[in-house]
């Protein structure tokens, strides 16, 4: 049992480049999530998914775009890099909103020169 | 969300029991507890949560005092790899369904596990 797995684990990307990162989770479930964590700011929700075909901006969306075709695939888009995105993206799913928890994968640690 | 409170740091020997607490004095009655921790270089782990009553699983056991003001997470018996920051985080039970929040991390405690 996978739980969450986001690919790629690394990237660097130059200003302006585009780039998309893929998250799968294996367990059913129907929500998931897209953070990015800083040093000093703790996890900030990008966008988040209650189901096959939503999306939803969480705190702080912009410059991110989201798709959710499948249950089981949540991709996080970039369409112009910049440096300010430079960040690690954790990817989490739930099976619901009313108390149940998120799993987390092992995030994506992506620069952007 | 209520406020936690955790103190920063905690050292615990190899073998021994790990008691972290946690304070969250304004929860409401709605309110879970959960635990989560984040080993260097990892994700966020899921370790346990709770409402009223204490509950254990394979990782972990959780205490909560009667008047829902704090907590303890117990690790009972405490390796080398359970050296990580250890996150309490107080949460509604209940929101909107096709909504969601963010879920929010503390400062956390961070754990060393002693050989």
């Known amino acids: 049992n996978a739980g969450v797995t986001q690919t790629p684990k690394f990237r660097v990307l130059k200003t302006g480049q585009s780039m998309t990162l893929l998250c799968a989770q294996d367990?059913?479930?129907?929500?998931m999530y897209w953070y990015r964590q800083d040093p000093g700011m703790g996890l900030r929700l990008i966008h988040y998914s209650v189901g096959e075909g939503t999306t939803a901006k969480g705190e702080v969306p912009d410059g991110y775009n989201v798709s959710r075709l499948k249950k089981q695939n949540f991709l996080l888009g970039l369409e112009s890099a910049a440096p300010s995105q430079t960040s690690v993206y954790f990817c989490a799913s739930s099976y619901d909103s009313f108390g149940q928890p998120q799993h987390f994968g092992d995030g994506t640690r992506l620069s952007i020169l | 969300d209520a406020k936690t409170t955790q103190p920063p740091s905690m050292d615990c020997a190899e073998g021994r029991a790990a008691n972290l607490p946690c304070n969250h004095s304004t929860i409401s009655g709605n309110e879970y507890v959960y635990w989560y921790r984040q080993i260097h270089s990892q994700g966020p782990q899921y370790i346990i949560h709770?409402?009223?009553n204490n509950e254990t699983n394979e990782m972990a056991s959780l205490i909560i005092t009667e008047d829902r003001k704090s907590s303890t997470l117990i690790l009972p018996h405490a390796t080398l790899r359970d050296t990580a920051v250890y996150y309490c985080?107080?949460?509604?039970?209940?929101?909107?369904?096709?909504?969601?929040?963010?879920?929010?991390f503390g400062s956390g405690t961070q754990l060393t596990v002693l050989p």
């Open positions: 709770g409402l009223k």
């Open positions: 985080i107080v949460r509604l039970s209940q929101i909107s369904s096709g909504s969601a929040r963010q879920l929010t």
């Open positions: 367990m059913n479930h129907e929500y």
